[in-house]
């Protein structure tokens, strides 16, 4: 069942045949993980991109007096784990981690790239997810020199509508780029 799903979502990606997706299936793990696993780990090396199948993942990077600074929330149906770590085949500098019970598609980085150099199908799909990580990147960064932090806010209790029972009000002020006092005052003046 949930096979069919992810073969249909890629399928909106780009077109894929069911051998490419086979193929695909070769290579890829189901991972079932609960809240608050570490996918991803700095200083460790990378070796599976991600397809979240259900439950919020974040990434994180740790100042050195252990400060946690939220990047990004990823959700259902998009592309997460260390990228630039696996692209540079280089140790992470970020941490991803699951925000709740999360079931991940796993693929593993190096036999994908090998896969797409043979099937022009995969290869597709892979820029695909490349630049809708891009596409992502690009709109966080956009609102963050564009919109003020309510604006921001309420941006993403669109997107993620029951924020307030899922993430942690510290993460959610750091993903904004704001204090929790400010994220308190500026729920405040939204209620």
Known sequence: MQENLIFTFLKTITEISQDSFNS??????????KAGTQISKIGEKPTSLY???????????????????NKNFFLP???????????????SELIYETITDCKLYGVNYSELI?????????SQLYIKALESVFVSYEIRQLELISLNATERYKKLIKSIPDIEKLIAQYQIASYLSITAVQLSRIRKKIK
Do not use: C, H, W
């Not at 090998?114 to 995969?122: A, C, D, F, T, V």
């Open 24 to 33: 695909l299936k070769e290579i890829t793990e189901v991972k079932e993980l």
């Open 51 to 69: 397809l979240l199948f259900s439950g919020i993942v974040r990434v994180y990077k740790l100042s050195d007096t252990g400060k946690e600074y």
């Open 77 to 91: 149906m998009s592309f997460t784990g260390s990228l630039t770590a696996l692209i540079k085949d280089k140790p």
């Open 114 to 122: 090998e896969l797409s150099r043979k099937n022009i199908q995969i």
